[in-house]
């Protein structure tokens, strides 16, 4: 866990999960526990987001994306860490919002739109905004 250098910071979002299908839900909460802790570690006094998989239309593992996403959320539970649940809020579900399997630029500001939505909702708000 070297490549987290960060220490001290206020907010850290993690986001993970579309590729992790072919791993067993016990490596991928094993996985996410050891991120978390490496983050804590470092970060005592953060608040850590974890923001699960994207459901990706028409992939062939998408059915698999709530089991990822319960694993991640098991591990977030049990490290204190805030956890946002594209798969089961179906985020970017509509197919128009991606180019290929990664979202284009209107699926990115839906991301960030039901991002921001889902922080607010948790009682995180913006210390900052847009300019101009």
């Known amino acids: 866990m070297d490549a987290f250098d960060v220490d001290d910071a206020d907010y850290i979002l993690v986001e993970g999960g579309a ?10 909460t094993a996985a996410s526990d050891a991120t978390f802790k490496a ?3 470092k970060n005592a006094n953060a608040t850590i987001v974890a923001i699960g998989p994207l459901v990706v239309p028409r992939r062939a593992e998408s059915g698999e994306y709530g089991r990822v996403s319960g694993a991640i959320a098991a591990a977030a539970q049990q490290n204190g860490v805030l956890y946002v649940d594209p798969v089961a809020e179906q985020w970017l579900s509509d197919e128009s919002l991606f180019f290929g399997v ?19 909702q948790a009682g995180l708000t913006a210390s900052c905004g847009p300019t101009g």
Request: aromatic letters at 10%; hydrophobic letters at 35%.
């Open 19 to 28: 590729n992790d299908f072919l791993a067993t839900s016990e490596e991928i």
């Open 39 to 41: 983050l804590r570690g």
């Open 102 to 120: 990664v979202p284009n630029s209107d699926g990115y500001v839906e991301f960030a739109r039901r991002l921001k939505s889902d922080l607010e």
